[in-house]
């Protein structure tokens, strides 16, 4: 198969949440003030600025069944992503076993890889801003977090193994997982 999509970000702050126009509390009194921090107008919701980013993410995939035995079937699949920019491309695969032991018992496994891209919020120049509440201050406070274009994709390798048990009227499973995760 293949897939195309479009992520996409936009936000266009109300003209007083705007830092571009009210950069600091000062400035909605007195728009020729100096700031020495650009902490918005308002103190509750922090300082916004607009942005419109848009990311083009190109897959291509397959996926194969294989009945090996009457009774040990294997999946096999791949993934490729293309997501352009600095953030760049993936292939991960993934191999799936599944043997059915007896009438009442199957047991399953697989290991794959996964790639999980930042959104553009996160890798484009700018800051985000978002309030929660912080019981230092005893309230809600905006906090800033500054996007770095640097920042990597993260990645994992993928582990799990498990058993199901189908006796009579009981149907029951039990599985084990590991994710090891990078950047």
């Given at each position: ?6 992520n996409?970000?936009?936000r266009?702050?109300?003209?007083i ?14 728009p ?39 009774s ?52 484009e ?24 274009p640097?920042l ?7 582990f799990?193994?498990?058993a199901?048990?189908?006796v ?16």
């Open positions: 198969g293949t897939q195309y999509r479009e996409g970000y936009k266009d702050p109300n003209d949440s705007d830092v571009n126009l009210f950069p600091c509390a000062a400035s909605p009194l007195n020729a003030a100096t700031c020495t921090a650009r902490t918005g107008a308002l103190s509750f919701n922090g300082a916004l600025s607009n942005y419109d980013l848009t990311q083009d993410v190109y897959a291509v995939f397959a996926e194969l069944s294989l009945p090996i035995t009457s040990l079937q294997a999946q096999v699949a791949v993934r490729y992503e293309e997501y352009g920019g600095g953030i760049g491309d993936t292939t991960d695969p993934k191999l799936a076993l599944r043997w059915q032991v007896a009438d009442f018992l199957a047991l399953r496994g697989s290991v794959s890889t996964t790639f999980r891209a930042p959104p553009a919020t996160q890798t120049p700018g800051s985000f801003v978002a309030s929660a509440f912080t019981p230092a201050a005893g309230g809600y406070k905006p906090f800033r977090t500054n996007s770095n640097e990597k994709p993260e990645t994992a390798t993928a799990n193994v498990g199901i048990v189908n009579g009227g009981f149907r029951g499973s039990v599985d084990y997982w590991s994710f090891d995760f990078k950047d």
